[in-house]
């Protein structure tokens, strides 16, 4: 009997040591880092640096036809579609988005949006109302507000990438300081900072990842990183890549001008900080007006108004 209860005992006590190594080994942050790793080297082998280079993989048919479509809206005549398209490259470029197709897809699915936006309330306001000249305005509204909400989708995807190529810029610059402090070149700082083992997968980092990309197969280091401040958008790393330039070409101390900029990088930073906890309480007034004062006033003025109102009818009567 006392080795049937020590039997079950070890059973037991070896089942949840199991669980719990299991558990532990599931939700170790060094385990997933790893995974994570080993799955970016699997999708990455073989690959292109080129990201857009997808020779080889049939393009669904939905895709096509949205090419197509933008195709067309880009007009006609050779200047000012060339225009056009460039100020959306661009656009798309700074969105994280650099395979050139992208350009009239985009396009394509503003007109996919419009015409799905206002042919679903035609057909729905036809099954409600049945009379055509009610439903046509309010139509069109939807078409024009599905023409251009991918606009504002990209724009705004356009500022959180930046803000957050803002957010990461001091930290990147420290960790450069501190490889070129070491002896590492630019080349290798680069390369050591976006080791695919250590990042953190920011957009600043995945640009600097493509830049050191781009110094392996051979564009000159100029070109590559003045390439980086057209592809970010971003100011201040217009500035740095300016500097990294004038310091090649002067021959003056990297580590120093690393140290400078991530100072005014890092300074930036928290005055951008304080900002934005000077404006919370500016945009927190508007909700509490619209929202709690409203309940306030019902709770506080209400039972008053209501004596009131009892009061002056027993008057006149």
């Not at 989708?153 to 930290?171: C, F, G, T, V, Y």
């Not at 090649?248 to 100072?263: F, M, N, Q, Y």
Request: charged share 25%; with cysteine.
């Amino acid at each position: 009997m006392e080795a049937t209860y020590a039997v079950i005992a070890f059973l037991v006590v070896a089942g949840v040591t199991g669980g719990v190594a299991l558990l532990a080994q599931r939700w170790d942050p060094v385990a997933k880092r790893l995974r994570r790793v080993e799955e970016k080297h699997a999708e990455s082998a073989g690959e292109s640096i080129l990201r857009w280079d997808n020779s080889g993989i049939p393009m669904p048919t939905w895709r096509r036809t949205l090419e197509k479509w933008g195709h067309a809206l880009l007009g006609k005549d050779a200047e000012t579609r060339e225009a056009r398209q460039s100020a959306l490259r661009r656009r798309l470029v700074w969105a994280g988005f650099d395979n050139p197709r992208n350009v009239q897809i985009f396009l394509g699915t503003k007109l996919a949006l419009g015409i799905g936006a206002a042919y679903s309330y035609t057909m729905y306001g036809l099954l409600i109302s049945r009379v055509l000249p009610q439903v046509l305005p309010i139509s069109i509204v939807f078409g024009i507000v599905g023409f251009f909400l991918p606009d504002f989708w990209l724009s705004q995807r356009i500022k959180e990438r930046q803000r957050l190529m803002h957010n990461a810029l001091p930290d990147m610059l420290d960790l450069l300081v501190v490889c070129v402090e070491a002896g590492l070149g630019l080349d290798a700082a680069i390369a050591k900072v976006t080791d695919p083992a250590i990042i953190k997968g920011t957009p600043l980092e995945t640009e600097l990842r493509r830049v050191h990309l781009e110094f392996r197969a051979g564009r000159p280091r100029a070109e590559a990183l003045r390439a980086l401040g057209e592809r970010t958008g971003v100011d201040e790393v217009r500035m740095v890549v300016s500097a990294f330039v004038q310091t090649e070409k002067l021959g003056t101390s990297l580590a120093d001008t690393l140290r400078v900029h991530a100072d005014a990088a890092r300074i930036q930073r928290r005055h951008r900080a304080e900002k934005a906890a000077y404006l919370a309480p500016l945009k927190m007034l508007f909700p509490i007006v619209g929202f709690l004062f409203p309940s306030i006033f019902v709770v506080t003025v209400a039972p008053a108004l209501l004596k009131i109102m009892y009061a002056l009818r027993g008057l006149i009567r």
